[in-house]
């Protein structure tokens, strides 16, 4: 059953940043970490502003933000209530399952497939083994706090782990990895985006023709054999990827 948090914020009356827009971003960051789960309550805004000493239009502005971003949502007779967090990931060699954890997201996986199927000449010049040959097929949708976030599809080369039982449900495939003594050392990736198919967006939760960002990735041990290659679909409503962008010298 949904209930109201208490909130604490910490503004600076003394900042050029408007308190709206500080409020809204520590009320997202507190929705990001999980501190703020999906169906919590904020409480009204007279309460928060008197609270807050802030005025009721201030704090209407900051929740109207947050409810423009999707986070939030009014709802009749219940309140303001918490709808989702976005997950901001990363552009590094992590896994989703490992991200979701440290953001305090509760992941879970739901596994749709595990076969040995012949590969094809993509996966082929991927894995660098030859075309028709055996590998492992791992197809997972992955959830956050019981949501769909990704449809993930990884090859790997057989043999390369123990996949029996319920490994897969329980714990990320880069941490089985580790598990097993392998170095992941570097990876080739690249990401862009689609309109969801109506099978991928009943999966998803999303409507046909919804923006999915996608990503492709090749992954390489510490002896340079490619050890996955991961195609991924992801909901851009509540998914993206962080760049840090350096100068050149």
Known sequence: MATHQPLQFTLD?????????????QLEA????????????????????????????????????LVDKGLLVRRRGVGTQVVHSQIKRPLELSSLYDDLETAGQKPATRVLRHVVEPATAPVAAALGIAEGADVVLVERLRLSHGEPMAHLRNHLPVGLLDLEGDVLSQTGLYRLMRMAGITLHSARQAVGARAATAAEGELLAEPEGAPLLTMERTTFDDTGRAVELGSHLYRASRYSFDFQLLARP
């Open 13 to 25: 009356r003394s900042s050029p940043v408007p308190l709206y827009f500080q409020l809204s971003q």
């Open 30 to 65: 507190a929705i990001e970490r999980g501190e703020l789960a999906p169906g919590s309550l904020l409480g009204n805004e007279i309460d928060l502003a008197g609270r807050l000493g802030l005025s009721r239009p201030t704090v209407r502005q900051a929740i109207q933000s």
